[in-house]
Structure formats: C-alpha cells, structure tokens
C-alpha cells in the first residue's frame, strides 16, 4: 500500500508539473529508470511505474516475489535496454509501444531478446507501464514458469609422476534421515543419532526443519568414509535412519601427502564475495590448501547451466541460455608418491619435514610434513570435537613445516665453504690450526667461544667437513668478512621468494638482512646465528653443487620446469671441492655420517642445530639434520633433506641419518629393479 500511495504522489507531482509547463517523462526515459531498477533488484520501485489496472492484476509482494525467483535465479546482471527510436506519428499518442532490446548476463551466459513495453497515459497524462507477465520475459505466459537447470562438471584430478592419482572423485556414505520413518518417540532417536555421530543434537534438529524437508525427504546430517562399517551398522540400528553413497573429492593417500595435496571445501560467503563474477555459487567447492588451492584454476569445474521456461505441466517450453558443463583439467605433479610415502613413512612418530628433489633438472619428487591430519576428514566435515582435538594437538599437525623456515646448523657448512672457495677466502689444504675444542677470534669477543665436539689434524676443509668442525667454519666465515658473507647468502637467494607453485618462507640472516656482529658472524658460519633455511631452498642450494655451481630452480609440475634458478653461486672447482667433501663425510670411518656407507658411492652432511635463549642455555631443544645426495649408480639422481625437531637425548642428526638412507636403498633397489 505505502509503495502505491508513493507511486500517486510522484505521479500527481508529475501532473501538477505538467501544469506549470513542465514536459512529463516520456515512455522511453520511464523505461531507461525501470531497467535501472531492474539491475539494482529493486524490484518495489519497479512496482510504482505500472498501471493501476497492472497493480490490480498483481500485488506488491507477488510482483517482488516473481521478479526475485526468476531473476535472481539466473543471477542477471549487465541489464541493459537499447531502446528503437519511437516513430514520429506516435510521440503524442495516448498509448505508446516502445520497442527495446534486452541484454544481461546470467547463470547461462549472456542472454538478448528484442520485446516490447507498453505506456498508456493515466487522467493526470502521465505514461504508466500497462504490465503483464511477458514484460519478466517474453515468452513467459501466465502460470508458467522459469527453472534454472544445472549439470555438474567434475574437479580436475591430481597425479604424481607416474599418473597415479594423489586426488580424485571418491565415494563416502551419506548418513540421514527420512522424518515420516522417525518413531513416535523421536527425540529419544535423535539423541542417540546425535552420540553416535559426536555431534549436537540441535544442529540434526535445524536440519530436520529447513523448508524443502517432507516427510518422505532424505536429510543428511554427516558423511562418513565407507570404511566406518562398525559405525554405519550402529546408526541403521535407529529408526528413519538412511544411508547412501554420495560423491566426494577423496585422497587415496591421506596423511602421506596431505600438506601437499591440500584439500577442498565448500566455498564460504567471504570466498563467494571475493571471488564474485568468476562462476562459483553457494554449492561449489575450492581449494584450500596445497596443489589444491595453488592449482585451483586449472583444476576448478565450471558447472553447465540451462535457463529454461516450463509450461504449467512442467515441460520445456523454451530454453533461453544454455552453457555446457567444463570440467578442469588434470594436474600431473612431478612428485613420486612411492618416495613421498616412504620419508612419511620413517617420519610417523616425529615431527619435521622431508623434500626430495632431482638435483639436476630441479623437479620436486617429494614433500612431507610430519605429523599431518587427513585432508579427507575435511572434506567429509569435522565434529566439533575432533575440529578442537586437531587445533589443540601439541604435535601440530596442520603446521605444514616443509613450508616453514628453520634453524640449519652443520648441513649448512658445505655452503659457507663453497662461498669462501668461490670467493678465494679459504685454501682447502690449509690447516686451520686451534688448540683444545674452544676458540676465540681475540679478547674483544669477552667471554665468547666457538665450541667443536672433536679434535683432529690436519685441519683443513675435507677433515673438518668430516668432523663437522664449528671453530674452522666459524674462522671461514670471519676470514671472509661480514659484508660478503651476507653478500655470499643474498647471492644465495635469501631474503627472496622463490618462483614455485607452493608458497614458501623465505630464507633469512636477521630482520634487516645483516650481520650484526663478529660474533654473530661466526656463529652463522657453521649455521647458527640468526641464520633461517627453508628446507627447499636447501636442497636447492647443494644442487649447485652437482651442476658446476648453478643452483636450480625447484619446480613441480613439468611446464613449470625453468631449470637454473642462480648461475654460479659458487665456482666449478669450489662445488666439486665441497661435493668429494662430503662424499668422505659417509667414507671415511671418522665421518659424522658413516653409519649412512652404503654399496652405492653418495654424499651427506648431518647437522644438529640448537634452538636456546642463549649460549649458556642448557635447557633448549635440538633440530636434527641431514642432506642426502646420490647422482651415480642410479637412473635419476636425487637429493634428500630431512628435518627432525626435539633430537636432543635422541641422537641428534644420528637419530635423522639412517631415516634418509633407509629411503635412498629403497630407492637405489626400486631403479635397480625397474632397469632389469
């Protein structure tokens, strides 16, 4: 009512200005307003511009209603009329046709149709629009209707190396309930349903009301695997319980690779408003996570839809827009998954991180983290219980560590020698000599040592990359001075992203890229100091030492291989100094790695770093280390890092060392195997 009275007032406003010499607007510039409306849905000042013989067919609320449903449904947008130019005889008529065409976007794709609008002047000699159903849409006749129609289009699948699938379409089962099946003390059901499936009550019960339920409906409530046997046979034991199979995104290999894969939900309403205008609606599903969220256009399907009006039968009368279904395309990653499993598989337990990585060509074979949580429970939708034990596990299992930056300790040694060789700071032969296991650079370091664990002799590069020295690297990194080492590290690619389709954390050595003090100096050269490595941005590193001293860019899907990320970060004969370096590390019986000799000629560094307040800290916790690299003997080289937090009391990287090796047999007997 109040939208009518509005309508006569500004249509006798009109009038009285017509009075007083005023033009009233004419059908054309009325049209131009009501499509405006129309693209702000606002749809109750649409109302005020029909005839009173139109509002009469039609109220307010089912005028909106009609507009709302039909529209809306379709998601129009981009409404735009191009009006004809009216023909000269009829300016002055009482009844004007006006011809237009009208253009939008919808759901379906763009969709046009030329129709007409017709104006009659009311008493006052306003033109008001003289409105009928076929003004929604032309074809539409009274009591037929508009539907839009949807055909679902399927996610791209995941694959490593070899095609086998890390993400794909999978089948759960659907618990629900079918009310009119509920016994006559329903509550009692609904109790025990909701204990069953840890849930709350109150949620079955909302679900149970929604408007669309009848008592012959399916209402879901929870999906659980297909293996929850034990369960599913629980629940059936309720009567109107119902179970169905129902599709889903599944990931064959869990825990394995689930900070690598990722996972998928439902879009929220922020992702819909961020995202508006790209084709998701309320029922899509996004990455993420993972190779899930990075690869989310490639992988994403874009439904296909059909905009249809339906005669009162219900048959297809006419099909106004239709777009084809458009799944998405595959991603085949260069991961291999039997690799990925078996550094899982010696991590389960601990907590840290492994990568694998070709260190010729720069393709990634594996990522791990560990622990993990299954990226199918979040598919399949966590209880409020199980969402609580996952965010309070002290483990952490949704830190996804291989992403993460940490302390390196000795495994970054071979890289402050291979800096220092390049640079022409340091003599391999040369003895660096010291007395006892301390060492100071002069009085000014106070009461500040550098402390080893073993003496040896000679003390020159090999047998301290053997010892795993910290007093000789500490006196290679002060030789070279704190400028070019930091110029050394930024040469590296710290303090830089690195090109790669999972985001890591940068590299660092401080807030502000310096080194602060000698001291600090020092201490950054056998690893410590405010030095912070990513772990494939390590594996990255000892590449340079296999290709002459270019260090390779890491990549993860074939087409975004780019081969050398930073050429000659060290020199050839600096790589090949390092790399027979520390091939003696696993040969020579005094090597901190020689547990790790093996029937195969590889190289290694352990590394144990300590995370503490300060040098005097006894209590501080240890990461453990090591690098494994193997280039001969087998079909495809492959490079190793690997990272165990909390060692300390466990061995420290002797706890991590038969870990990588245990995989590099596997894989040496795998290729051996594959070439017979």
Known sequence: MRNRLLGAVLFLCGALLTGCGEKPPQPEELLEEYISLLNQADYASMYDYLTVEAQDSIDLESFQERYKNIYGGMEASSITAQIAEPEEEDKKAKTRRVKYTLSMETIAGPLSFDTVAVFMK???????????????????????????????ASRGDIYDRNHVALAREGTASSIGLVPGKLPLDRQEALNQL???????????????????????????????????VELKEQVLAIPGVMITDTNLRYYPYGRKAAMLTGYVQNVTAEDLEKLSGQGYHANSIIGKSGVERAYEEQLRSRDGYAVQILTEAGEVKTTLAEKAPQDGQDVVLTIDITLQQHLYQQMEGDEGCAVAINPETGAVLALVSAPAFDPNDFVMGYTSRAWEELNSDETEPLYNRFRASFVPGSSFKPMTAAM??????????????????????????????????????????????????????????????????????????????????????????GPEGKIASETELADSGYGQGRLLVNPLHLACMYSALVNEGNMIGP???????????????????????VLAGLQQVIENPGGTAHEARADYTWAGKTGTAEIKDSKEDQTGTELGWFVGIQTEGIEEPLLVVMMIEDVKERGGSHYVTPKVKTCFDIYNTQTREGSE
Not at 127 to 151: A, C, F, H, N
Not at 461 to 475: G, Q, V
């Open 122 to 152: 009311d008493e006052e000699g306003n033109y008001r629009m003289s409105w009928e159903t076929q003004d929604i849409l032309p074809d539409l006749q009274e009591g037929e209707r508009v539907k839009v129609v949807s055909t679902p």
């Open 194 to 228: 909701a204990e069953y499936l840890d849930m709350d009550v109150a949620r079955i019960e909302k679900a149970l009301s929604a408007g669309w339920v009848r008592d012959d409906t399916f209402v879901p409530v929870r999906t659980v695997s297909k293996e929850a």
């Open 420 to 509: 220092a060789l390049t640079r022409g700071t340091l003599d391999p032969e040369e003895d660096k000599k010291n007395e006892g296991l301390s060492w100071q650079k002069d009085k000014s370091w106070g009461g500040y040592y550098v402390t080893t664990l073993e003496d040896y002799a000679p003390k020159n590069l090999e047998n301290a990359l053997i010892y795993s020295d910290n007093i000789y690297f500490a006196k290679v990194a002060c030789d070279m001075g704190e400028e070019a080492f930091a110029k050394g590290l930024t040469g590296l690619g710290f303090g830089e992203d690195m090109e790669f389709g999972l985001s890591m954390t940068a590299s660092s050595f």
């Open 555 to 577: 990549y993860l899907t074939e087409e975004a291989g780019k081969g050398c990320w930073k050429e000659q970060v060290f020199s050839p004969e600096a790589a090949k100094t």
